[in-house]
Structure formats: C-alpha cells, structure tokens
Nanobody, 126 residues
C-alpha cells in the first residue's frame, strides 16, 4: 500500500507561484508514473501533469504548459509541481496520484490510478 501526502497549497495572487510536494511511502516509488490532478468545485477531476520514469518524461494539459513544471526525486520518493504565473482558473484542490500501468489513456484517467493523496487547496485571487 502506497501512501501519498501533498503539501504546499495556499492562497496566492494571480501571477504568483506555488510549489506543491507529494511525499510517498510504502512502495517502490520509481515503478510508478506520478500524476497531478485537480478538482474545482462543481467540476470533474482533471489531469494536470504527469512524469514517467525512467527518462523523466513529462506530460501536461494544454492550459498549464509553459507555466507548470512536474519533477520527481526518486531518492526522496517525492514528486513536485512547480506552478508559475498562476491564474484564478487554476483554483482547485490538487491531488497527486500513483499509476502502475501506464498508457497515454490511463495517464489522464483518474480511475486508472492506484493510489491517491488527500489533496491540497490552491486558491488564486484576482
């Protein structure tokens, strides 16, 4: 059983930055594709970014490309999401998740992920 704990959320003004962290334990971190999702009130959970090992191959939804960067530190069993130039529409609860069986479809599908964190709130004020 893999445990994931997110941190780093908060309130920031538009144009600001936040760095989310997701610390994992209880599994072999390097064997998982690590994803970030978000869910705004009244909306479905949506894919934000993912990073695949080996090779640190990164994937992003179009609306965050050039603003968000996903990274991972296998030695610390931690994945990060650096969020720059934040916009009010980025406001949501952000979740990290671990995926054991990668495909391009599975990567963007919440139900395909094996383990989830509890989420961290990100609020961007205009």
């Amino acid at each position: 059983q893999v445990q994931l704990v997110e941190s780093g959320g908060g309130l920031v003004q538009a144009g600001g930055s936040l760095r989310l962290s997701c610390a994992t334990s209880g599994g072999t971190f390097s064997q998982y594709v690590m994803g970030w999702f978000r869910q705004a009130p009244g909306k479905e959970r949506e894919f934000v970014a993912a990073i695949k090992w080996p090779g640190n191959i990164r994937y992003y939804r179009d609306s965050v490309k050039g603003r968000f960067t996903v990274s991972r530190d296998n030695a610390k069993n931690t994945v990060y999401l650096q969020m720059n130039t934040l916009k009010p529409e980025d406001t949501a609860v952000y979740y990290c998740a671990a995926l054991s069986r990668w495909s391009t479809t599975a990567m963007v599908t919440p139900n395909e992920y094996d383990f989830w964190g509890q989420g961290t709130q990100v609020t961007v004020s205009s």
